[in-house]
């Protein structure tokens, strides 16, 4: 299995956009920039035909080291979500994207 990169990415906007490699680079920093300032703040970032990343707030609770058995505190946290559209779905499993109106 492959990892598509930010350079793949940058150089896959020059290629489609037209953008120069600079520009194609400056506008994926933006757009990650712009992705990672939302969540900073707790927002929702929802992609249309992709998918949603969200914050949630996860409680203190207790675990339990798998080796030992011995209980330990978890502390609380801030953690990353992603939700994949439904299109984004069917893309993946190679099906046919859902129609509009659930039909």
């Not at 990353?80 to 984004?88: C, D, G, Y």
Request: hydrophobic letters at 45%; aromatic letters at 4%; proline letters at 5%.
């Amino acid at each position: 299995m492959e990892t598509l990169t930010r350079a793949q990415l940058a150089e896959a906007i020059y290629l489609e956009v037209g953008l120069s490699r600079t520009e194609s680079a400056a506008l994926l920093e933006a757009v990650l920039d712009r992705i990672a300032a939302a969540l900073g703040r707790g927002e929702t970032v929802k992609i249309a035909g992709f998918g949603t990343f969200a914050v949630r707030q996860k409680a203190q609770r207790i675990g339990r080291n798998p080796k030992t058995g011995v209980e330990v505190p978890i502390s609380a946290r801030k953690v990353l979500s992603f939700r994949a559209s439904q299109v984004l779905k069917a893309r993946i499993n190679q099906q046919p994207p859902p129609r509009a109106g659930g039909a």
